[in-house]
């Protein structure tokens, strides 16, 4: 007889795994499956997020910033160094020790919770008594029923059409995080978030880093006051970034990569790379969960359809993450999950959507919550912008970092804040007040009379509250 479970969720990246240590939590029988495989063929839950999304690349952007301050900024602080070096091994094995802690803290973490772990792919059966039958291919393959599942089977990268990833010289972000040597020329397709977090990477370490984007408008979602001043910083770090290009086609040869594009003026331009990252954005998955055979009901997309509470069109089946609607976002992804886990439990969470905070973890950092400025024109919203540079920011001064702005938008009548971009350092830090203060509703003038350590970077968000109201006091 198969082991039945309260709860069974496929899937153990972000999503997933807090899904089902919160179903645990709450007192419910709980199993989760993942089938990513660590070099070794063991078990390695987390998902994109750990293996090769988040973690990885943020250990990457570290190494190379360390690196980069070595090189540029030390000196100003009165330090010297001769025959700087970069041991790219290291600094990959490095990146692969922290990954691991993070998959080991997950299985440690499903232990002291008591969820019942597989390792291996999961996929419907049947709709069984009162629940679902989930076969579990893996080194033991095993059939688990349970009364709730919790899809969150996450996304893949999208390839270009005619240009599939090889991961030697056409790059997902998978084969971006593994680049042996500092190549002399890399490209990158999409100046999303990838392409601009693992461009930095590769260009601080000195790789000549071309950027191609098909939109005429650099970060079109982000903020354009925040965007233009990222760019700026950008371009002066010596990334080359074309905007509104349009790729003809993509060839690998022997050693080298060739980009056929038009240019934003229609030119046809030809790249020659060393190595191609190719990240224009990611497609929801659902490989494998054989969801035809339970009628699971797919978008358009290809996106699991959910309800606003993630219900998917099956009774007691949900989906949470990259797999469903919404921003493709860690933090997302695991709202979800303690979410849908809550209302098995009867309780009734929400999910905010409008306080999911965004971070681009280049340098500057660039982070918000809430809307643009354009968003809030776009609407006819009456608001009050006021900003604040970090320029005038002594700690900002002192640390020699003050790239950037604080900006906050807030309603013209009633002060709420509807939303905060930062550009600069630590924005990924600072972006926490604005979340609360947008989850409690606060004024700007709630913000503007709160007392802030000095000196703080945070000084920069109180003192762009106080310039909603034309008072900032430092600048
Ligand atoms: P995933 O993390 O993709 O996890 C899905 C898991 O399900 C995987 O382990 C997969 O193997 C498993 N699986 C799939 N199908 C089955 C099956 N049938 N049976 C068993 N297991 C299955 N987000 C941020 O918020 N901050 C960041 O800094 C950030 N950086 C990123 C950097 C990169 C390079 C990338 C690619 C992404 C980044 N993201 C970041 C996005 C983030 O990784 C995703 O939003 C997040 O991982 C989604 O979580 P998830 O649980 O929905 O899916
Ligand atoms: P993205 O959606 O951020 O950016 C893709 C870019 O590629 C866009 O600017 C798009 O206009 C462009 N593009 C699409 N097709 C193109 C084409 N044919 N030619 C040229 N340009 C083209 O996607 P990305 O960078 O792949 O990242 C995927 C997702 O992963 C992100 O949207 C985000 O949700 C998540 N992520 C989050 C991070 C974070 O939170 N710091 C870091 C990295 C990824």
């Given at each position: 007889m198969s082991q039945q479970f309260d709860v069974v969720v496929i899937g153990g990246g972000p999503g997933g795994y807090v899904a089902a240590i919160r179903a645990a939590q709450l007192g419910f029988s709980t199993a989760c499956i993942d089938e990513w495989k660590n070099d070794k063929g063991g078990p390695a839950p987390g998902g994109t997020c750990t293996n090769v999304g988040c973690i990885p690349s943020k250990a990457l952007l570290q190494s190379s910033e360390h690196f980069e301050h070595a090189g540029h900024a030390f000196a100003d602080h009165g330090i010297g160094l001769d025959n700087l070096s970069i041991d790219v091994a290291k600094m990959l094995s490095r990146k692969d020790t922290v990954v691991k802690q993070n998959n080991d803290g997950i299985l440690?973490?499903?232990?002291?919770?008591?969820?019942?772990?597989?390792?291996?792919?999961?996929?419907?059966?049947?709709?069984?008594?009162?629940?679902?039958?989930?076969?579990v291919a893996g080194a033991a393959n095993e059939s688990i029923t349970g009364k709730h599942i919790i899809i969150?089977?996450?996304?893949?990268?999208?390839?270009?059409?005619?240009?599939?990833?090889?991961?030697?010289?056409?790059?997902?972000?998978?084969?971006?995080?593994?680049?042996?040597?500092?190549?002399?020329?890399?490209?990158?397709?999409?100046?999303?978030?990838?392409?601009?977090?693992?461009?930095?990477?590769?260009?601080?370490?000195?790789?000549?880093?071309?950027?191609?984007?098909?939109?005429?408008t650099f970060l079109g979602a982000v903020d354009q006051q925040i965007a233009k001043e990222a760019h700026k910083a950008f371009v002066k770090q010596g990334l080359k970034i074309e905007l509104g290009v349009k790729i003809d086609k993509v060839t690998s040869g022997k050693s080298a990569v060739t980009v056929t594009y038009a240019n934003a003026n229609g030119d046809a331009v030809k790249l020659e790379v060393d190595k191609l990252i190719v990240s224009i954005g990611r497609v929801p998955n659902t490989i494998g969960l054989n969801a035809e055979a339970v009628g699971l009901k797919l978008d358009e997309r290809g996106a699991i359809t959910v309800d606003d509470h993630c219900h998917t069109n099956l009774p007691n089946v949900w989906a949470v993450g990259d797999v469903v609607r919404g921003p493709m976002l860690a933090h997302k992804a695991e709202e979800e999950g303690v979410a849908v886990a809550e209302r098995i439990a009867?309780?009734?969470?929400?999910?905010?959507?409008?306080?999911?905070?965004?971070?681009?973890?280049?340098?500057?950092?660039?982070?918000?919550?809430?809307?643009?400025?354009?968003?809030l024109k776009a609407e006819g919203r009456e608001y009050k912008a006021g900003t604040f540079p970090f320029m005038a920011n002594g700690r900002a001064r002192a640390m020699g970092d003050t790239t950037g702005m604080v900006k906050m938008l807030a309603d013209a009548t009633t002060d709420e804040i509807l939303g905060v971009h930062i550009v600069g350092p630590f924005a990924s830090e600072l972006i926490a007040e604005a979340v609360v203060a947008m989850e409690f509703r606060a004024s700007a003038e709630d913000i503007a009379r709160i007392c802030h350590a000095h000196p703080s970077l945070s000084e920069s968000t109180k003192e762009a509250a106080l310039a909603v109201d034309k008072r900032t006091l430092n600048f």
């Open positions: 440690y973490l499903f232990k002291k919770n008591k969820v019942t772990f597989f390792h291996g792919r999961g996929s419907f059966v049947k709709s069984a008594d009162g629940g679902y039958e989930i076969a969150a089977t996450g996304s893949n990268a999208r390839s270009l059409p005619g240009a599939p990833f090889d991961e030697q010289k056409i790059l997902s972000n998978d084969g971006a995080l593994r680049i042996g040597a500092v190549p002399k020329r890399l490209g990158v397709i999409g100046s999303g978030v990838i392409g601009l977090e693992m461009g930095s990477v590769w260009r601080r370490l000195g790789a000549e880093v071309t950027v191609l984007e098909g939109l005429p009867g309780q009734h969470p929400h999910v905010n959507f409008n306080t999911v905070p965004w971070v681009i973890y280049t340098s500057p950092e660039i982070a918000w919550v809430g809307q643009t400025e354009q968003q």
